[in-house]
């Protein structure tokens, strides 16, 4: 259980991170010169670390959910506080999942200074995602 936190946390620390990042070093620069080359050019770069650490957070965050709540299904059932907070954590990690599909397949094939503004809510809804992730999984694992 150790290695998989471990690995879940480091892979927490790469995407919410990398994100932080783009929304607050990357982003403004992009949205005040609208310069989608700038844009791509991080999204190129980090998308080679930032999806294998998703799937990493899904994969350990998938086992790591079972060992609070056998089942992993059953947290859906909102019988205790772990379950609830486990059941939460799964959806924001699918809606992180759809939001980001959704970039990736729809708006980022067709960037262009004119659709930034539609790139930039979902950099920021990914980031609130990710965050409220990271706070859930402090609130489960210190057992508040």
Do not use: C
């Not at 050019?41 to 998703?54: C, D, V």
């Not at 959704?102 to 659709?115: C, G, K, N, V």
């Amino acid at each position: 259980m150790r290695t998989a936190l471990i690995l879940h946390l480091l892979g927490a620390s790469i995407w919410v991170g990398g994100h932080l990042t783009l929304l607050f070093a990357v982003l403004p620069g992009v949205l005040r010169n609208r310069d989608v080359g700038m844009l791509r050019s991080f999204e190129q770069r980090y998308e080679r670390i930032g999806l294998p650490a998703l799937l990493v957070q899904l994969i350990t965050g998938l086992w790591l959910a079972h060992q609070h709540v056998p089942g992993i299904i059953q947290a859906f059932s909102f019988t205790g506080r772990v379950h609830a907070w486990v059941a939460v954590k799964l959806l924001l990690m699918a809606a992180t999942v759809v939001t980001g599909a959704h970039a990736r397949l729809f708006i980022i094939p067709r960037l262009s200074a004119e659709r930034l503004t539609a790139l930039a809510v979902h950099i920021v809804v990914i980031n609130i995602l990710g965050l409220a992730m990271l706070l859930i999984g402090a609130v489960i694992r210190t057992g508040g």
